[in-house]
């Protein structure tokens, strides 16, 4: 039997950064795949970030991860999202070469030390307590002490198009049809979700002329802070959009929708949902948005972003020939919906780790989340702490005002999710602090500090440190009142100072940033003072009175997650407390009174309650803590 200290399960997302942050800590690593072929495969959109997930991207990349790095290397475009609103809720988004992708990153994966790469399939799981056996369908056994599971929506899959089913995984590869009843042997609750993706059609059957193009941006941060040169926009990316005919074929074919027939049980997500699921939703609407995105440089297949649908393929062909542009597309692949199983996540820990059996982690869409961006974030956490849990060391929790991730991780493990979660903006109470700029000013100590952020990594970030603390002093720089500080005033619709002004001052007027100025004065040279440096301390300097309120905010808030809960708290039979509380308490085994708080159905009321039981609980056992008695 071959011997590793962890092995994981699957080789999307989750899997890939899970595989190389226990490599990466020096864990000896197998990643187990049903096909080699589908490592890192783009199995929907070909693109990486998006509204929040841009976030997500940076600061799996600040601890210290790879799907930045990648996304860098092999973009055919790159675009920064809500441009015309504030920093808070600017996302990167690119376009990603898809077969570049997957090349590139198993790459990283087949020359990284400590890691081996297997096609298998896992058809049973033996805990033995410190040691676990995973054993596979042609009677491999490998043996280790820390399992990440990250097998994406290829849990007993079916792909679904109108009619017919089939027991396979995203784009035809295989699926797991063993894993599932391992998991439930082990006692764990297993959902059914579903989820799609559209067609793809010939790029030379469309007629772009009738297309609005989308081009990339040339000057705007990338998703790695590691990247130094910047990536090129080499392609272009289509608008176009559905109207009522579109609309009627699809009302007029409902009753051949498999959710509708009965065909599929499973629930789909919310905020990515099905063409048809749109006209029923929102039936008021004349039209609804459609992206024509190049899936990669080497083939012409183009995929249909917002246009996901299992209708049958007669249905399919007449939905498409109805839209602009596309009366004359070729369909390559049908699009399909797919239902998969996944855990309800209520049974992790904010570290990822399974409550009632050690060394068993979980991360991505097994999890019950969408997404390649949550995917990553979960599988380096999920990564790190396998790896954390190896070496005898404290778990990492990321918190809300820690990072995106916190939050993702946060909502799923405390509240669950009766869908495939995905994370937006809005989720973020401190989304001001959570920027994408700063990923690495939050979390690259945090990814030193477990081992994960190399030397490469972490002189690139001290660097930074300094060109900051360089480019502030600058700030009170005096703008003499003369001519050129007239323009810059004018021409930005905001009224003259009557006498000189600082850099720092000038920066407080709603129209004027960094950037401007620096145009008008060359007080930062770009090769000394890049674009980061610069959009970080304008960000800084401009909000500057916001983020002191948030970080106040914050500070507050983290008494409450200061309070924590010993494991060895019982909480049948308290008085005080409601039934309802105390069955959702025991369900969810809060580490704090934050994450008590955060619990769907647990009032203010009884946090109160529950606070005034955990001080009793602690004056009366002084020997605690959060994982079991202190000898």
Known sequence: MEKYDAVVVGAGHAGCEAALALARTGQKTLLLTLSLDAVAFLACNPSIGGTAKGHLVCEVDALGGEMGVNTDKTLIQIRMLNSGKGPAVQSLRAQADKVAYHTEMKKTLENTPNLYLKQGEVCDIVDNGEEKIVKTVVGDEFSCRAIVFA?????????????????????????????????????IKLLRFKTGTPARVNGRSIDYSQLQEQKGEENIQTFSFLTKKKPK?????????????????????????????????????????SIETKIVRFADKDKHQLFLEPEALSTNEVYIQGFSTSMPTDVQKDMIHSVKGLENAEIMRDSYAIEYDCIDPVQLLPTLGLKDRKGFYFAGQINGTSGYEEAAAQGIIAGINASLYLRNKEELVLTRSDAYIGVL?????????????????????????????????????????????????????????????????????????????????????????????SVREALKRVNIDLFKINKKYSIYSEKEYPYDIINELNIMTKFEGYLKIQQEEIARSKKNEEIEIPAEFQYTGLKGLRAETIQKLQEIKPLNIGQASRISGVSPADIAVLSVLIKRFKEQNKNWGMYGKID
């Open 151 to 187: 097998t994406g929506v290829y849990l007993n899959s079916d792909i679904v198009i109108g009619p017919y089913v089939e027991n396979v995984g995203p784009n035809g590869f295989k699926n797991a049809k063993y894993l599932s009843n391992c998991l439930k042997k082990l006692g």
């Open 409 to 501: 991780i946060d909502d799923i493990v405390t509240k669950g999710t009766n869908e495939p979660y995905r994370m937006m903006t809005s989720r973020a109470e401190y989304r001001l602090t959570l920027r994408q700029d700063n990923a690495d000013m939050r979390l690259t100590e945090i990814g030193r500090k477990v081992g994960l952020v190399d030397d490469k990594r972490y002189k690139v970030f001290k660097n930074k440190l300094k060109k900051l603390e360089q480019a502030k002093a600058l700030l009170d720089i005096k703008l003499k009142l003369d001519d050129t500080l007239v323009e810059l005033f004018e021409e930005n619709n905001e009224s003259v100072p009557r006498t000189s002004i």
């Open 233 to 273: 926009n080499v392609s272009s990316c289509y608008l176009t959009y559905t109207n009522e005919n579109t609309h009627k074929i699809i009302r007029d074919n409902l009753y051949r929708n498999p959710t509708i027939s009965g065909e599929i049980k499973g629930i789909g997500p919310r905020y990515c949902p």
